[in-house]
C-alpha cells in the first residue's frame, strides 16, 4: 500500500506569488493542485478546471447545500470554494494535495483536519515588492491595489496561525522551501509506525 | 541580534551510530554538542571539557542544589548529567545545540522544554543491521549484545516520544535528514516574528 499523501494548505495575501507557487509544485509528479470553485468572472488566460472551476451563484450555492466544500467563503462579493471531490482520494493514492486558499477558508480546514495537515503562510519580502507584483500582474484596478496594500498588514497576521511561514524572495527558494516542509513533515514519528514495525520484523 | 539556536534531542537505542551522528552534526559551525558532566574517571585519552567535564561528587551534588542541570542520573555508582550552563548561552548565540541522551533524560527534557525543542529518535534500518553494527563495535560482550537486541523492540517503541524519526541506512543520510528539519523547524511561523515585523516595516 502507497504511504498516504499530506494535506497541505497554502494561505497568503495577494501578490505574494503563492499562485506561481502551487503551480510549480504541481509540476512534481507527487503534488497534485486541488482546483477551487468560483463565482468570479475568469481573468483574461484562465482556463474553467485548471485554474478555477468556474461556476454560477446558484450552482455554488446548491453545492454549499449538498457539502460539497470543505469550505467556501465570500471575498470581494465573488464566491470561493474548495471542493471535497477527489481530495480524499487522491489523499490515498499518496498524492500530496495543495489546497491555495484564502485565510478564513484555511481555518475552517483548521476546524476539520486539526493537525493532520500542513499549513504554509507565504508572505512577500516587504510591502514595496508586494506591490511591485501586484502592479505587475495587470489584472488589479488601481482601487484594488490600494486596499490590498492597506489590509495587507492585518493579513501578515494571520501568518500565526498557520504552522509555518515561508518568504517568497524568488519563487524557486519559496518552492524549494515547501518540498523540503513535506519531506521532513515525512519524517514524523506519527507517520512512520511503518519503519517501526520494520523493525520489529513484524512487516516486511 | 542573532536568531535563537534551536535545542534537539537525540537518542535511540545502542547500535544505531547515533553517537557518529552527532559527531559529524558537530563538525557543521551551526552545530554544537552539549558536554556532559560526570563524576567518573576520565579513561586514558578523554579530554576534560570535550568528552566530558569531570567532576568530583561534591561539586556535582551542589550542582543538582543549584538546578544546574537539564537531567541526571546515576549510573554504576557515578553521576552523569547535562549541564544547564552554556547551553542557554549558546542557544542565544544563534547555535543549535545537540543534546545526545538517553530516554529517561530526554523525558524529563520534554517537561522542562514543551514543544519548544526538536527531539529526534534514530533507529537503525533493521535488528539484524543493529546486530552487525554492535559487533563491529566490539566493546560489547556476546551476552550484553543478547541483551540489547532483546530489549531493542520495547526501545525502539520509545519513538513515540520524539517528533522526528530518522532512520540511519546511511550515516550521510541521517545527517542530511537531521539537517533538512533543523532547517524546517526554522521555518515555523513561531520562530519568524521577525520577518512577519520586516513585512509591516516595524522592524529594518
Known sequence: MNK???LIVISGPSGTGKGTIAKILAEDSDFELSVSRTTRAPRPGEIDGKHYYFTTVGEFEKLIEENGFFEYALYNGNYYGTP????EQKLLSGKNVILEIEVKGALKIKDVYKNDYISIFIIPPSKEE???RLRERGSDSEEDI???LEISSAEIEMAHNYEYLVVND???NAVSDI???VAVEGLK???NDNAILKFKGEVK
Open 4 to 6: 498516504p499523501g499530506m
Open 84 to 87: 471535497v471531490e477527489n481530495v
Open 130 to 132: 508586494m506591490e511591485k
Open 146 to 148: 490600494k486596499k490590498r
Open 170 to 172: 524568488t519563487v524557486e
Open 179 to 181: 518540498k523540503k516542509i
Open 189 to 191: 514519528t506519527k507517520r
